[in-house]
């Protein structure tokens, strides 16, 4: 019996399972209905896709949009049109906004404010405190929920558990894996000296290998004491790429685009753009997170977005805030390191689909699979592109990678059967809807 679709994607080479081949691509009703040959006559809308790749959606699970309460940096319509725009098919948010998301009534109005108006799907990190630990194993699974985030170094915002028994106290409830911010906030306090007014080359001075390294160390053993899973993002130092190769039974790890291609010499070009944290390091940290790349240390890849206005970026270090744009730049500048055989097509996929698929048990995506909903990041991976400020979304409106020339560059985002970008333009109204996870059936 002949099957007809709503789209069909034709002629692209698509990278799943089966590993890479041409193949064409029948959407009904937002999910993948067949994958194989189809004569044109079966879809409603043919798109021709001869000489792009066809992924599965690029899930990143580390973004900052400030909604609620600083909307003049981003909001969840503008960093969602930024996503897209970068081929980025869902985002993790996180809880850092005023009023911070850690009660159900907070996450249920992200999820109002992200339903229908974000362009991609998403769901929201619900902060941990030692005031809500009795509750995390509710909050974890209610709809929407990425899962519980904890911040043991502070960071933007005012999310802080920095004391081993706070953190065990979240972690005897978790039952779903728990992200970190691992930096030692008693550390930090004591080493505050160590910033030098005007001089942000002196952040990862401040914020050293040891802050991280010793705070990674302590949430591992109370992750082993508990029996919880735990996340630990943007891994920034040598140093932890060989502890965590140590531990991995309850441990996943992310690495973020700019810890892989930026080092501290490029402070004296970018200034406080370049400051985050944790901090952009020496180029030995950049090669040895590579080399957890290669390794299979490092499970997925998170842009860790967290804009600021340019005037806010340029205030004198340390007044000047961390934080750099990156969910749109997230897709050029690895796809760049794959056109440099730094990194494969399929480790690709697995760091930015398949990864997030598998650690944070997300239902329905992550591979281009019958059933599965429709999303797919498509790409052209021989265009050589200049990444510039003019094209970024995001309210804030600027990029570390500004002048950057890049091979490879998405061309399409498709979010459950809708091509919601191509070729540089929003093609759909926004559609976004909560992700959903199979360990919370929402």
Same mark, same amino acid.
């Given at each position: ?9 034709? $002629? ?119 005031? $809500? ?206 056109? $440099? ?102």
């Amino acid at each position: 019996m002949a099957q007809s679709f709503d789209l069909v994607l034709k $002629n692209g080479t698509v990278v799943n399972h089966d590993g890479e081949g041409q193949r064409d691509l029948g959407l009904r009703d937002g999910r993948i209905a067949f994958i194989g040959s189809i004569d044109g006559s079966q879809g409603g809308e043919v798109v021709d896709c001869t000489g792009l790749h066809i992924l599965p959606g690029v899930i990143d699970s580390q973004v900052h949009f400030r909604e609620p309460g600083a909307t003049h940096k981003e909001d969840l319509e503008t960093g969602s049109r930024a996503a897209v725009l970068g081929g980025v098919t869902s985002v993790f948010e996180m809880p850092n906004t005023n009023p911070l998301t850690t009660s159900e009534e907070a996450l249920a109005d992200k999820v109002a404010r992200g339903r229908h108006r974000m362009h991609c799907d998403f769901a929201f990190w619900v902060g941990g405190t030692r005031e $809500n630990a009795p509750d995390v194993a509710e909050l974890e699974r209610l709809p929407g929920a990425a899962g519980i985030k904890v911040f043991m170094g502070s960071s933007t915002g005012s999310l802080l558990v920095e004391d081993d028994e706070g953190v065990a106290s979240i972690l005897r409830r978790t039952r779903r894996r728990a992200a970190f911010h691992s930096e030692d906030e008693f550390r930090l306090r004591e080493r505050l000296g160590e910033r030098i007014e005007g001089d942000p080359s002196s952040h990862p001075v401040w914020r050293d290998e040891e802050a991280a390294l010793s705070c990674t160390r302590r949430l591992v053993a109370i992750a082993e004491e508990t029996g919880a899973r735990i996340h630990v993002l943007h891994i920034s130092t040598a140093e932890e790429i060989g502890f965590l190769a140590e531990h991995k039974r309850l441990v996943t790890a992310e690495a973020t685009p700019h810890h892989l291609t930026l080092t501290a010499d490029d402070y004296a070009r970018l200034g406080t753009l370049l400051q985050m944290n944790p901090p952009v390091r020496a180029s030995r940290h950049r090669d040895r997170i590579w080399e957890g790349i290669q390794q299979g240390v490092i499970d997925v890849l998170g842009s860790d977005h967290a804009p600021h206005t340019l005037e806010e970026k340029a205030k004198p270090y340390p007044a000047s805030p961390s934080g750099m744009t990156g969910v749109q730049t997230l897709v050029p500048v690895m796809l760049d390191h794959v056109a $440099n055989g730094r990194l494969s097509l399929a480790r690709f996929v697995d760091l930015t689909s398949a990864g997030p698929q598998r650690i944070f048990g997300i239902a329905g995506k992550g591979r281009i699979a019958a059933g599965y909903d429709a999303d797919f990041t498509v790409v052209d991976l021989k265009r050589r592109r200049t990444i510039e400020n003019s094209w970024i979304g995001s309210r804030s409106q600027w990029t570390p990678h500004d002048g950057r020339d890049v091979t490879g560059w998405p061309v399409g985002t498709v979010v459950r059967g809708r091509r919601v970008m191509w070729e540089g333009e929003i093609t759909a109204p926004a559609t976004g809807e909560p992700v959903r996870f199979s360990e919370t059936g929402a």
